[in-house]
T-cell receptor, first 114, second 113 residues
Framework: NAGVTQTPKFQVLKTGQSMTLQCAQDMNHEYMSWYRQDPGMGLRLIHYSVGAGITDQGEVPNGYNVSRSTTEDFPLRLLSAAPSQTSVYFC?????????????FGDGTRLSIL | SQKIEQNSEALNIQEGKTATLTCNYTNYSPAYLQWYRQDPGRGPVFLLLIRENEKEKRKERLKVTFDTTLKQSLFHITASQPADSATYLCAPDSGGGADGLTFGKGTHLIIQP
């Protein structure tokens, strides 16, 4: 049971570089989302998708892009990395976008921007 | 705006006792509330979901209550064990459509042998 798989697990970038954080799920879940977790801030929603071809912004979307071309994959792109984007990023999925659904999380990508 | 409060200080409990964690929310009325466990270096793991019309939900040694009048949920672990040591996150629904969950900052629980 793979569940939600995130790659890479760790990454160090220089300011201004771009990169894509990968997220894949094998549970045929419609809903996928990205959160960032910072000390003292808790988990904050970046972007989410209710199905292939549909994405929307969460609480902190600036500096990030997403796309959902397949049900399984939901990559998160940093266009021009900034030190403020140093964080742990979690991808999550659920059967539907309804708030009565448990979220399944990956184990995160730890990103440092120098 | 919506606000979720969990005790930010670590909670130290002796093994075998009942641990009780608190989640308070303000400025809205969620229809559902979820609890998650997070271990260091890992993603959150779903534990329990309770609906607004349910007063209490149980799963093995875990019990969750949901008081919509007090705007509070309590999470209990009975007969606590050192393996229960983790951070526990409260997550009421965001109050509108498919907006994901709004998470509290979590309470770090330490069960001492």
């Amino acid at each position: 049971n793979a569940g939600v798989t995130q790659t890479p697990k760790f990454q160090v970038l220089k300011t201004g570089q771009s990169m894509t954080l990968q997220c894949a799920q094998d549970m045929n879940h419609e809903y996928m989302s990205w959160y960032r977790q910072d000390p003292g801030m808790g988990l904050r929603l970046i972007h989410y998708s209710v199905g292939a071809g549909i994405t929307d912004q969460g609480e902190v979307p600036n500096g990030y892009n997403v796309s959902r071309s397949t049900t399984e994959d939901f990559p998160l792109r940093l266009l021009s990395a900034a030190p403020s984007q140093t964080s742990v990023y979690f991808c999550a999925s659920s059967k539907t976008g309804k708030n009565n659904q448990p979220q399944h999380f990956g184990d995160g990508t730890r990103l440092s921007i120098l | 705006s919506q606000k979720i409060e969990q005790n930010s200080e670590a909670l130290n409990i002796q093994e075998g006792k009942t641990a009780t964690l608190t989640c308070n929310y303000t400025n809205y009325s969620p229809a559902y509330l979820q609890w998650y466990r997070q271990d260091p270096g890992r993603g959150p793991v779903f534990l329990l979901l309770i609906r607004e019309n349910e007063k209490e939900k149980r799963k093995e040694r875990l019990k969750v209550t949901f008081d919509t009048t007090l705007k509070q949920s309590l999470f209990h672990i009975t007969a606590s064990q050192p393996a229960d040591s983790a951070t526990y996150l409260c997550a009421p629904d965001s109050g509108g459509g498919a907006d994901g969950l709004t998470f509290g900052k979590g309470t770090h629980l330490i069960i001492q042998p």
